[in-house]
């Protein structure tokens, strides 16, 4: 007999021998090794593992463990909080959602189910990692370097070879970010930024060029807007940082500040700055050129407002704490991620009065409309880039 005929005859005794008798299941078995000339054992595993097949057909087939954080509603959630956070990693954005969802729901109007804020509450950063990983996008451009040697005060302004205390709000990195777009030619604005290591509080000024003064200006501004004294300043080797009038401003005081500059070409020296350079101020204005003066006003107006409550009061971000070579990597430990104004609450060095009302800012504050009008601002200022003629641009 062939197998194709093996197969049919035994479809067709397949049924009545399980549903027979025990005598009668041996008549069975022994025609079917008889017909076929199976071997008996054969025979009887032919009979049983088709009946398993038969109910495995019409057996729903098991699904594997249940997809907890499915919910559409979640990822919607999850993707306009990334979005007004300016895509942050998923470590980033898990300690920026307590700030930002309770104010979803008023802003957008759209109530969220209990369940969708327990999936929120309790969903890992590696699980938004796999959620997110579709959504993400990659940033490579770099910008131009444009800090010429400031020599007048290098002798009186010494390197920074003692370790601040990096705990105590009040010692700032300093520099500056040139919009000059693929030139460096001519007249367009900087920006003076500075940021505090202990709590990444950072504030951003607009210039026109690199003049000493309004650099000076520029800082004097940063520091009134500050809730912590400064206790220490450090910024590149600049002639716009390294002059007298800062010179003066920081080192003849009561209690002077520690002024203090990098080492010449080594910019790690400066990579808190460095950092924020990037995430707060490339990441949001990009590398056009800005050679229209009155952009200047329109940049302080959206740093000094909007901008300064929205990075330092509801984006986390983390601190390195810990760097260890092993062998020939290099392995690096950060801490869990807050906002500066979170790092502000639990230092022990700033006064209740200054926690109080930076408490009292944040709660009168919503995060999505502080992003909405960033954004406003950034797209008006890029008009302000591009819409007058080159003629009138530096009258």
Known sequence: ?????????????????????????????????????????????????????????HKRRRPGRHKKYDHPMLLEVLTCIWQ???????????????????????HFGVAL????????????????????AAR???????????????????????????????K?????????????????AGMFVFTVNTVDIATGWTEPRAVWG??????????????????????GFDCDNGGEFLNHHLWKYFTGRKRPVQF????????????????????????YLGYQRFEVQQITHAMNELYTSEWRLLLNFFIPSVKLIEKVRQGSQIIKKHDSAKTPFQRILESPDI?????????????????????EQVKIKIKHILELATSQPLSQKNQ
């Open 113 to 132: 189910s209990s369940l969708v804020l327990d999936l929120l509450a309790s969903i890992s950063a590696s699980t938004i990692d796999r959620l997110m």
């Open 260 to 283: 203090t500059r990098s080492r010449p070409y080594h910019k790690n020296d400066n990579a808190h700055i460095e950092g924020k350079n990037w995430t707060h101020v490339r990441q």
């Open 136 to 166: 993400r996008g990659k940033h490579s451009k770099h910008g131009l370097a444009t800090t010429k040697p400031g020599s007048l005060l290098k002798k009186h302004i010494p390197i920074k070879t003692n370790q601040w205390d990096e």
């Open 84 to 106: 007004g956070m300016n895509l942050p990693c998923a470590k980033r954005l898990k300690a920026g959602l307590p700030l930002w969802v309770p104010l979803y729901a008023p």
């Open 351 to 371: 006064n209740p009065q200054t926690k109080r009302q930076l408490q009292a800012r944040f709660d009168s504050s919503d995060p999505f409309h502080l992003q």
């Open 210 to 231: 690199k003049g000493e003064r309004d650099v000076f200006l520029a800082i004097h501004s940063i520091e009134s807007a500050l809730p912590f004294p400064i206790l």
């Open 168 to 184: 105590r709000p009040g010692f700032l990195e300093a520099d500056t970010v040139a919009h000059g777009g693929a030139s460096t």
């Open 1 to 57: 007999m062939s197998t194709r005929a093996a197969r049919e005859y035994l479809q067709q005794i397949l049924k009545r021998y399980h549903a027979a008798a025990k005598e009668l299941k041996k008549a069975i078995l022994d025609e079917f090794c008889e017909i076929c000339g199976y071997n008996r054992k054969y025979a009887i595993r032919l009979l049983n593992n088709a009946r398993r097949k038969k109910k495995s057909i």
